[in-house]
């Protein structure tokens, strides 16, 4: 089965220009690129982690390319490399729009801020 890949960064130092990007791999090999979006952390689990949050990426033309609601499916997956901050990497469900068309599907969630 082909999948899909979708990656967000967004600047959070206080120096420095501030960006956002994100990019989505398509099942077919092909990418979706652009600068506008945001995440919402909607509510925190356990482990001051986030539990629920929406992903909201914008087209290059600003409209709305991705608005997905996802859960944390468990709240301990902690990792604590030996160099480095901790970080939360949850298995996660998801549903919403991408592109117009409704999707639901699993995947991950990466962060290091706490609440």
């Known amino acids: 089965n082909p999948h899909h ?4 960064v ?11 990007y994100w990019v989505k791999r398509n099942a077919n090999g092909t990418n979706s690129c652009g600068t506008g979006g945001n995440i ?9 982690y986030p539990a629920t949050w ?12 991705m608005k997905l ?17 901790a970080f939360f990497e949850p298995t996660a469900n998801y549903t919403g729009p991408l592109n117009g068309l409704p ?4 995947g991950f969630f990466e962060t290091h801020l706490t609440k």
């Not at 999707?103 to 699993?106: A, D, E, S």
């Open 5 to 8: 890949a979708v990656g967000f």
């Open 10 to 20: 967004t600047q959070i130092y206080n120096t420095g220009p501030r960006y956002t």
């Open 40 to 48: 919402v952390i909607k509510s925190y689990g356990s482990a001051n």
């Open 54 to 65: 929406t992903i909201n990426l914008k087209k290059p033309n600003g409209s709305q390319f």
């Open 69 to 85: 609601n996802g859960t944390a499916v468990s709240s301990n997956q902690v990792f604590s490399p030996p160099i480095g901050p």
């Open 103 to 106: 999707v639901t599907g699993h």
